[in-house]
């Protein structure tokens, strides 16, 4: 769309000298499509060819227009691109280019032998004088428009490394992070598992089975039985009677040191609980205290088999 517009609008104001003109905008046009389309180019190519282009319409604008055109003004921006992309080098070309080429123009209208350039504009810019100070000129819009605009991409580019180098050190970091946090929760598993072995080895230990004959468990009980140590108990003992085949349980209460009506009702649960898979219970090592508690809590010990020592069932086996 720019593009018909400008070749219109040219066409109108200079007639069939704008044929060059409209000839130039399309080539540039498609020039710069090309190399936005040409994706598998690599930069350094696509830039090239965009300050050739570049390079080419200012060098056009400079001889057709000479001192009154923007062709040293495109120049400005064709170094000043060289100079981001190919540092000095690159600006020092573009440079040169733009100075031969400044000076080359001011020869062909100081001499008169430009035929394709209109003659108002060779009677106006014929003087050696004119063009000495507009390269003059020229030369010091440059120094002052590159010098800090060298300095500014220079610091851009310091920057720059700066920002990327920290966010490599911030990718680092998060990666160690995320690998610490890894560890810490392989560390976290394998405590819980520790812990859990733990419990189950303190249960264990809470609640021993030893096997003291044929098809015969003992039980023994010591410490303070709860609520939760009573259910701890009967879950082990049915695990273990149901796994193992055992025909008879002494639960031996001799190391328990106080007894009330709550741990003779789970004595009595679990009792009952052992006889559902077929599985006789006997309950040992009562003390006069323990007979004391449980005669005067009135609790019905009659369906419960008893003896003095886990020695005493074995002998009854006998």
């Given at each position: 769309m720019a593009l018909v517009t400008r070749s219109l609008s040219d066409y109108r104001t200079l007639g069939e000298r704008a044929i060059p003109y409209i000839a130039v905008y399309t080539l540039v046009y498609l020039s710069i499509v090309a190399v936005a389309i040409l994706r598998q180019l690599s930069l350094a190519i696509r830039v090239f060819v965009?300050?050739?282009?570049?390079?080419?319409?200012?060098?056009?604008?400079?001889?057709?227009?000479?001192?009154?055109?923007?062709?040293?003004?495109?120049?400005?921006?064709?170094?000043?691109?060289?100079?981001?992309?190919?540092d000095l080098h690159g600006g020092?070309?573009?440079?040169?280019l733009s100075l031969l080429v400044t000076i080359g123009t001011a020869v062909i209208y100081v001499t008169g032998s430009a035929p394709f350039v209109a003659p108002e504009l060779l009677v106006v810019q014929d003087t050696i004088e004119d063009w000495a100070g507009s390269i003059t000129l020229y030369v010091a819009i440059l120094v002052l428009t590159l010098v800090p605009t060298y300095?500014?991409?220079?610091?851009?580019?310091?920057?720059?490394?700066?920002?990327?180098?920290?966010?490599?050190?911030?990718?680092?970091?998060?990666?160690?992070?995320?690998?610490?946090?890894?560890?810490?929760?392989?560390?976290?598993?394998?405590?819980?598992?520790?812990?859990?072995?733990?419990r189950n080895l303190v249960q264990s230990l809470e609640t021993p089975t030893v096997e003291i004959g044929d098809h015969v468990l003992l039980a023994p009980i010591v410490g303070q039985l709860d609520q939760q140590r009573a259910d701890t108990l009967l879950k082990r003992l049915l695990a273990?009677?149901?796994?193992?085949?055992?025909?008879?349980?002494?639960?031996?209460?001799?190391?328990?040191?106080?007894?009330?009506?709550?741990?003779?009702?789970?004595?009595?649960?679990?009792?009952?609980?052992?006889?559902?898979?077929?599985?006789e219970a006997v309950i040992t090592g009562i003390s006069p205290a323990m007979a004391q508690t449980i005669t005067t809590l009135g609790i019905d010990m009659k369906t419960i088999t008893t003896a003095r020592s886990p020695q005493d069932v074995l002998l009854r086996q006998l």
């Open positions: 965009l300050l050739f282009v570049l390079s080419g319409i200012a060098t056009f604008l400079t001889i057709t227009f000479g001192i009154v055109g923007s062709g040293r003004l495109l120049w400005i921006g064709v170094i000043t691109l060289a100079l981001i992309y190919f020092f070309i573009g440079f040169a300095y500014l991409i220079k610091r851009l580019q310091v920057l720059a490394h700066q920002a990327t180098a920290e966010a490599a050190r911030a990718h680092l970091h998060a990666r160690q992070a995320e690998e610490q946090a890894q560890a810490l929760a392989q560390q976290t598993t394998q405590l819980q598992q520790t812990e859990q072995m733990l273990v009677v149901s796994d193992r085949r055992v025909r008879q349980v002494v639960i031996d209460v001799a190391g328990v040191p106080t007894f009330d009506e709550m741990a003779a009702h789970c004595l009595l649960q679990t009792v009952q609980a052992l006889r559902l898979i077929g599985c």
